[in-house]
Structures are given as structure tokens and as C-alpha cells.
């Protein structure tokens, strides 16, 4: 979701429906200005997880850059866009593709078929069929992002780096781990000599090749991936970042998986711990730190504590189920 980046500094979606009420009073309700501002709320809205406002908002942005017979066809875009992020947020996978489907074909008339704006859309449009399972359909999109990438900046750059993770994951998920993990070794490499070898990025490369071992009972290959990964990112990265719990969850499951529930507890409470002062007490990621401790529990004969634990883990995915 992107605000109009001709007003971008409204603070609070109190403001921006002031700003939406000035503008439809001074200019009408058919105004360029008036669709900007409502895209704008709609943004706010979204973050603030009221998906049904920031839908009508969007819908009417849309209406109006469709009246406009393609003279705006970017901020057509970018309304369409947007929607679909909304209904992605609602589980409308078929409804958000088919918007994402058309942000591309405006792009890729727009501004040509080998900008960088036409990749973030191959990979948005690509992230929406691997999430359907339609993999032949991602593969296809993340190769022209790649490719146009590496025309764009060279084989080496960090964008190729993200091609290549992207590309790597819809292997991973197809059960092509070796093709997966040649992806990311490159992606790593690319990463590295960027960024240097501590960078928050580098622990992300880390962390996925890991899980890829992980997948594969390559214990011995995921688990320094993983150490080094926590040591990045606890030296880079503030003590409460979200980033240290996934990899502190990731080392945890390692460890569980080897039976060694001593470390695996310890390292499983501290990311939830983090996750809780990072996204709040009913955050589906909490969900998800709650549901693993609670299996460790489970596999360690300990069913009381592990019922708690399901329990309020189940809570808090019902809630979020029906604010959907």
C-alpha cells in the first residue's frame, strides 16, 4: 500500500479525513486532488486493519482514474494496486491477481516493459500466484523480473539479490531444493559484497539458506547459517527487533528438532517475547511463537503448559479471522 506521493505527511487517519473533507468541499467530488486524498485515508485505514473503509475509498480513487480515459494511467495504477493489497489482507487471492495482472499491463505501457517499476509489479503479481500455488505462472514473472533486472543493474546488485530470493522460494515451496539453494548462495555472495558481511540483509540470505537445510535434516549445514544469522542481527539490529526473534525461532527449531529442548525452550520464549513487545499480545506472529513453544511442550510430556499455550495462540487467529 502506497500513499499519493503528491501528500505523503498526513500523520493519522484523522487528519487525512480532514483533509479528504476539505478537499471535496473546495474542489467537488470529481477532482484529481479529491481521488489522491482518498487514496491517501485508504492507506491509513488499511494499516489500521479497517480493510472495508479503506475498499470503498479505493474503489471510488478507482472509479474516478478509470472516468480519465488513461490520462493518469500510473495513479490508475497505483489505485489498482492498492486494492488489490486489500483484498489480498482479506484472502481475495483470484480478485487481488487479476488488479495486480492490470497494474502491470499499465505499467508496462506507461513506462515501457523494462522499468524498474514493472519489476516491483512482476514481483507483487508473482508473490500472488505462488501464494495459490500457481508456480509456473510465478516462476515465468520472477525470470523477466530477473532478467530485467540484471539489464537494468548489472548481474551483481542487490535487486538481483531479491530476484533471486524470490525466485528461490517458489523452488523451495516446490520441493526443488537444489535449484532453490543455488539461487540463494548467489543471492548471498551478490549481498555480501555489497553490503559487507554483517549487514541485516546478509542475515536474511543466512536464515533462508538455513531453512532450506533445515527442510532437508541438513542439521549440520543450517545450524552456523543460523548462529551467524542471529549474530548479525543482534549487533545491527535493536535488541527488540523482529528480525532477532525470527532468528531466534528459526535456531529454536533447529535445536527442537534435534531434541535439544533445553536450548530450543530458551531460545522459543525469548522470541516470543520479542514478538509480543514488537507487534502486541494478539499478533498472529505471537500466534505462530505460541503454537512452537507449545508443540516443544507437547513433544517434552509437559501437556498442561502446552494447552495454555494452544489455547490462547487459537484466540488470538480466531480474532483475527473475524476482523477479516
Not at 491517501?40 to 472495508?52: K, P, R, S, W
Not at 490520462?71 to 483470484?94: C, K, M
Not at 502491470?104 to 505501457?109: D, Y
Not at 539479490?161 to 523452488?171: G, K, P, T
Request: include cysteine; aromatic fraction near 4%; proline fraction near 4%.
Amino acid at each position: 500500500m502506497q500513499p499519493d506521493k503528491r501528500k505523503n505527511d498526513a500523520p493519522s487517519a484523522v487528519s487525512a479525513r480532514k483533509a479528504l473533507q476539505a478537499a471535496e468541499q473546495a474542489l467537488g467530488s470529481d477532482h484529481p486532488k479529491v481521488a489522491a486524498a482518498r487514496n491517501n485515508l485508504a492507506v491509513l485505514y488499511y494499516a489500521e486493519g479497517n480493510h472495508a473503509e479503506a475498499e470503498a475509498l479505493l474503489e471510488e480513487a478507482l472509479s474516478f482514474w478509470e472516468k480519465k480515459l488513461g490520462t493518469y494511467d500510473l495513479d490508475l495504477a497505483a489505485s489498482l494496486n492498492n486494492l488489490a493489497e486489500v483484498h489480498r489482507a482479506q484472502g481475495h487471492l483470484r480478485l487481488a491477481t487479476a488488479l495486480a495482472a492490470r497494474t502491470l499491463a499499465i505499467c508496462e505501457k506507461a513506462l515501457g516493459p523494462a522499468h524498474s517499476d514493472v519489476v516491483t509489479s512482476l514481483h507483487y503479481l508473482a508473490s500472488l500466484h505462488r501464494d495459490q500455488e500457481n508456480y509456473a505462472q510465478a516462476e515465468h514473472l520472477l525470470h523477466r523480473a530477473l532478467a530485467i533486472t540484471e539489464n537494468i543493474s548489472g548481474p551483481n546488485h542487490t535487486d538481483v539479490a531479491i530476484c533471486l530470493n524470490n525466485l528461490a522460494e517458489v523452488h523451495r515451496v516446490q520441493g526443488q531444493h537444489e535449484r532453490a539453494a543455488s539461487l540463494l548462495v548467489r543471492a548471498l555472495a551478490i549481498d555480501e559484497e555489497n553490503l559487507g558481511p554483517d549487514h541485516p540483509d546478509v542475515a536474511t540470505n543466512l536464515n533462508n539458506l538455513a531453512l532450506l537445510h533445515l527442510a532437508q535434516r541438513q542439521y549440520a549445514k543450517a545450524e552456523p547459517l543460523l548462529q551467524r544469522a542471529l549474530a548479525i542481527s543482534e549487533k545491527t539490529l535493536s535488541p527488540d527487533h523482529p528480525d532477532i526473534a525470527t532468528s531466534l525461532h528459526n535456531l529454536a527449531e533447529l535445536y527442537s528438532r534435534q531434541t535439544q529442548y533445553v536450548q530450543a525452550e530458551r531460545l522459543y520464549k525469548r522470541a516470543l517475547r520479542i514478538n509480543e513487545k514488537s507487534f502486541g499480545p494478539n499478533h498472529p506472529t505471537v500466534a505462530i511463537s505460541l503454537k512452537s513453544l507449545a508443540t516443544l511442550y507437547r513433544e517434552t510430556h509437559q501437556p498442561t503448559q502446552a494447552k495454555l499455550l494452544e489455547k490462547r495462540a487459537s484466540k488470538i487467529l480466531t480474532s483475527v479471522k473475524r476482523s477479516m
